[in-house]
């Protein structure tokens, strides 16, 4: 009688250890997709990217570059201050998006040029996330608009 409660335990404590495993490996491979890394012009040109990999560029968008293709393809130049990268993008632009704004494009690098997929323009120049302000405040390195 021991033995048949003690072989179920057993097989129960084995079987959840399985469906844990199982299950952890599931949401890994379905999170493989969803994690974009967030990379600077600079770090492209540096060292480009597979052409299969997604990920999110920043930068300003540079002055002039800005040319308008047929339907909705629009191509521009991101820069960073040090390095630019082409990015082309085919869609419908946020209404903030202009030259000399931030920007964020998600998308992969194919043969020099960012294929954008999606592009998020900056809310304004003073716009910071309340996380952001109160770790700065913490550190006494954060100051208000006004003071200088």
């Known amino acids: 009688m021991k033995t048949l409660k003690k072989r179920r335990r057993v097989q129960i404590i084995l079987l959840s250890i399985v469906a844990l495993a199982v299950s952890t490996a599931l949401i890994g491979y379905a999170m493989q997709d969803g994690i974009n890394f967030f990379r600077s012009p600079s770090e492209v040109m540096a060292e480009p990217p597979k052409p299969t990999e997604v990920f999110r560029i920043g930068g300003l ?5 800005i040319v308008r293709g047929q339907g909705e393809t629009v191509r521009f130049v991101v820069t960073d201050g040090g390095e630019s990268v082409p990015v082309t993008f085919t869609g419908v632009l946020p209404d903030l998006f202009s030259e ?6 998600t998308g992969s690098y194919v043969n020099g040029v960012f294929e954008a997929s999606e592009i998020l323009a900056k809310h304004d120049e003073t716009y910071m996330p309340k996380e952001v302000v109160d770790a ?3 550190q006494g390195i954060y100051k208000e608009a006004g003071e200088s």
Request: overall charge negative; glycine content about 22%; charged content about 30%.
């Open 61 to 65: 968008v540079e002055e002039g570059s």
């Open 100 to 105: 000399n704004q931030g920007m964020i494009g």
């Open 136 to 138: 700065l405040k913490e």
